[in-house]
């Protein structure tokens, strides 16, 4: 079954015009068109199905900077304080909160793993704590077990992933932004090799600054411009419990399993890293750029099926403009999750936290995660075509650190200085090899 999701009301009609067209209502494309908005920008988004009911309300709503890649520790930081400063702005609840985060490990190997990172991330100002065995295992009482340590992180948060986006669309909207649901983007139209309108199939709309913020669509969409995207997306499993069970900690991770208080009451339940790899013909045909991240990552990957070649997310045909294309054929994915991921996440949780043996299940689901070779996202604004800005392949990362490249984008369209450091995020990094590139958080 889908994940819960708020769904909103907008009067889906299209401009004829405006200054920016962003494409995908996710986290990234709704914090992208609010920033803008809240700039003075006549920005319109347009969504293909519903904001907010793909990736982004499928995630376990972790917004951390511990453990991030050095990469993407700046957007995270900044993120945090942008959550705060959305949700004062737009007036209603984004579900967000500082509640910490609690790292629980009796893995020596990861445990060191923690401290390095956290004797680099104190030298940027962020707020990591060890913990020692009886510090840990004051913390993880709940689990009935003892911990050799762990992290605490009390400057991180989490988010409600039901809420998120479409609360920060009614902000676009706040901010005299349109958002038009049910409307897939076709394509482009070029002037001179420069961007001049989005293609929709309710007509075209003026503009001279596009963003594709589409998530797993992303590469498909760009392939239709002849561009190269190195895209692979994995199915993650997880599931939700219905409220009832005793106080635990609000965000808790372990290698076997994590758990996190939903804003119902509820909690959600994960595995980290462990998804399905469902074959598509671009996973095929970029197979060779994912190849490092499969050798250090296959242990967490398993096989999975037919139902992303299915869906039609990352095909490698060209469409035609003016007929239906595969965006319209599956508004909204919502592929099945795995019944032996689920099984084995509830077996876990239920043998880690007692308190949660007799809860029933409120629901499980599955979504996919749009990944790119080194697990860091693309957000640049010169990939070939004047313009045209891409910001996808958050590759698992994309709504806790949502607001920030949202304003990221925001500053490369305005012209101002960026809230962070751009070069690592350039398309063309994956021009080289990427051994030895590949993530480690």
């Not at 990234?28 to 199905?49: F, I, N, T």
Request: net charge positive.
């Amino acid at each position: 079954m889908p994940a819960p999701l708020h769904l909103i009301d907008t009067p889906n009609i299209l401009p004829p015009a405006a200054d920016c067209v962003v494409i995908g209502g996710g986290i990234v494309g709704v914090c992208a068109a609010y920033w803008l908005a809240r700039a003075g920008q006549k920005v319109v988004l347009l969504e293909k199905g519903a904001v907010g009911a793909e990736q982004s309300s499928r995630n376990w709503g972790w917004c951390r900077q511990q453990n991030r890649d050095a990469r993407e520790l700046p957007l995270a930081t900044r993120s945090l304080g942008l959550w705060e400063e959305m949700a004062a702005d737009i007036g209603d609840s984004l579900g967000f909160s500082r509640c910490g985060l609690l790292y629980l490990s009796n893995n020596e190997a990861e445990l060191e793993g923690w401290a390095k990172w956290g004797r680099f991330a104190k030298g940027t100002g962020v707020e990591t704590h060890m913990l020692t065995p009886d510090q840990a295992n004051a913390r993880g009482g709940v689990t009935g077990q003892r911990w050799k340590g762990g992290v605490w992180s009390p400057t991180d948060g989490t988010a409600d992933p039901s809420r998120a986006a479409p609360m920060i669309a009614l902000g676009v909207e706040k901010h005299g932004g349109h958002i038009v649901q049910t409307c897939a983007s076709r394509g482009l139209e070029l002037e001179a090799g420069r961007v001049a309108g989005v293609i929709t199939e309710m007509g075209v709309i003026r503009t001279s600054s596009v963003v594709v913020a589409g998530g797993a669509w992303a590469g498909s969409f760009l392939h239709q411009l002849g561009l190269f995207f190195p895209q692979a997306a994995i199915r993650s499993s997880i599931l939700a419990l219905q409220p009832g069970a005793a106080p635990l900690p609000a965000a808790l991770y372990t290698t076997g399993v994590s758990v996190t208080r939903r804003g119902d009451g509820g909690h959600t339940l994960a595995i980290s890293g462990r998804a399905n790899l469902d074959p598509t013909q671009r996973a095929l045909a970029g197979l060779r750029h994912f190849l490092p991240m499969f050798a250090r990552r296959w242990r967490s990957l398993r096989p999975g099926g037919l139902q992303a070649w299915q869906a039609g997310f990352e095909t490698r045909s060209r469409w035609a403009m003016d007929q239906p294309t595969p965006m319209e054929h599956m508004r909204i994915l919502d592929p099945r999750p795995s019944a032996r991921t689920i099984a084995e996440t509830l077996a876990r949780a239920r043998a880690l936290v007692p308190a949660l043996r007799d809860v029933p299940v409120q629901a499980a689901w599955a979504g996919y995660i749009d990944s790119t070779p080194d697990g860091v996202p693309v957000i640049d604004a010169d990939i070939g075509i004047p313009g045209l800005v891409l910001a996808a392949g958050l590759s698992g990362h994309g709504f806790g650190i949502g607001p920030g490249v949202g304003h990221l984008i925001a500053d490369m369209l305005l012209g101002r200085q960026p809230i962070a450091e751009t070069k690592a995020y350039r398309l063309s990094r994956f021009s080289q090899s990427q051994w030895g590139k590949v993530s480690d958080f």
